[in-house]
């Protein structure tokens, strides 16, 4: 039993095929297979190089942010100093002495440091992620777990 020739090679050229001959119903779906590959790698390279775009902006952003945030805190150190040596003013003209004025602008400093350093202390531990941390440790590792065993 002779090989079939392939209805693509017209059968001029004297070549024979193994394989059987393709139907153009098998052709067109082929194509279209190939065509919808082909669209599929045209878009997922549209979407990376969109979130590539992005993160450059985002990047851009955040320098800009940061720098802008820095001058900001500069300003508002500024102000803040201005601010209580006005204080340290209105107290010495209202009969307190010098040392004592400057003295009481430094406790004050210091208890609104003390307070802010709490604060952040307190929300310091949820940077860590605790709650999927905890999602993520096997059930046997877990501390509840243990407690109900």
Known sequence: ???KTSANSGGDSGAFS???AESPADAG???QMGSLWAEYQDLSHDRFRLAALETRRAGQSLVTMLIAAVMLGLLLSAA????LAA?????IEHELRASSAIWLAVACN???ALSLFGIIRRR???????ATQRSLKP???RPADRDKR
């Open 87 to 91: 204080g340290v003013q209105w107290l």
């Open 110 to 112: 210091l208890v609104l």
């Open 80 to 83: 803040w100093l201005g601010s």
């Open 1 to 3: 039993m002779a090989p």
């Open 124 to 130: 310091a531990r949820f940077l860590q992620f605790p």
């Open 29 to 31: 779906l082929l194509a």
């Open 139 to 141: 059930l046997a590792d």
């Open 18 to 20: 193994a394989m059987p």
